[in-house]
C-alpha cells in the first residue's frame, strides 16, 4: 500500500509540475482575430518572411521571398491557434542572442495580440537553434495541409 500511496504521490507531483511548466497560450478564444505573426529571416543575401494574421472567422498567411510574394493562402483560425502556440513557446522559452556582424542567417521571429508583442532574434548558424528551423518549417507547412 505504501508504494501506490508513493506511485500516486509521484505522478500527482509530475503532472503538478509539467502543468505549471507550460504557460497559457497569448491567443485563446476571442483573442485571435488582428493578432499577427511575423517570421523574418535571411539565407545569404536573400530575405524571406512568413506572415500570418487572424481575422474574425479565419486566418491568412503569405510567404515572401526579398519583396515579392510567393504564396498566398486562408486557413481555419484553429490551424492559426495551433501555429501560435507554437511560436509562443518559442519566443517565450529561446533567449535572444547577439546578432554579430558575420551573421549570415540572422531571424526574428514576434507574435502579436491584444497589443502585447513578444519577439526572440539571433542568428540560425549558432548552436541550439535547430528549433528556429522546425518552427519556420511548421509555417511553411501550413501552405501545404
Not at 34 to 39: A, G, K, P, T, V
Not at 48 to 55: I, P, Q
Not at 116 to 144: A, D, H, M, P, W
Request: hydrophobic share 35%; proline share 3%; charged share 30%.
Amino acid at each position: 500500500m505504501k508504494n501506490l500511496n508513493f506511485t500516486f504521490t509521484a505522478v500527482a507531483l509530475i503532472g503538478l509540475a509539467t502543468g505549471c511548466a507550460h504557460s497559457p497560450p497569448m491567443i485563446e478564444g476571442d483573442n485571435a482575430p488582428n493578432s499577427h505573426i511575423l517570421i523574418a529571416y535571411d539565407l545569404g543575401h536573400t530575405h524571406y518572411r512568413f506572415k500570418a494574421r487572424a481575422l474574425q472567422r479565419r486566418a491568412e498567411i503569405s510567404s515572401w521571398r526579398d519583396d515579392q510574394v510567393l504564396e498566398k493562402k486562408v486557413i481555419s483560425l484553429d490551424q492559426y491557434r495551433q501555429f501560435a502556440d507554437r511560436v509562443y513557446e518559442l519566443v517565450r522559452s529561446h533567449p535572444n542572442e547577439e546578432i554579430n556582424e558575420d551573421c549570415r542567417t540572422p531571424y526574428k521571429i514576434s507574435l502579436e495580440a491584444q497589443k502585447k508583442e513578444v519577439s526572440v532574434s539571433g542568428c540560425r548558424s549558432e548552436k541550439n537553434n535547430e528549433t528556429v528551423g522546425q518552427v519556420i518549417k511548421e509555417g511553411e507547412f501550413l501552405f501545404y495541409k
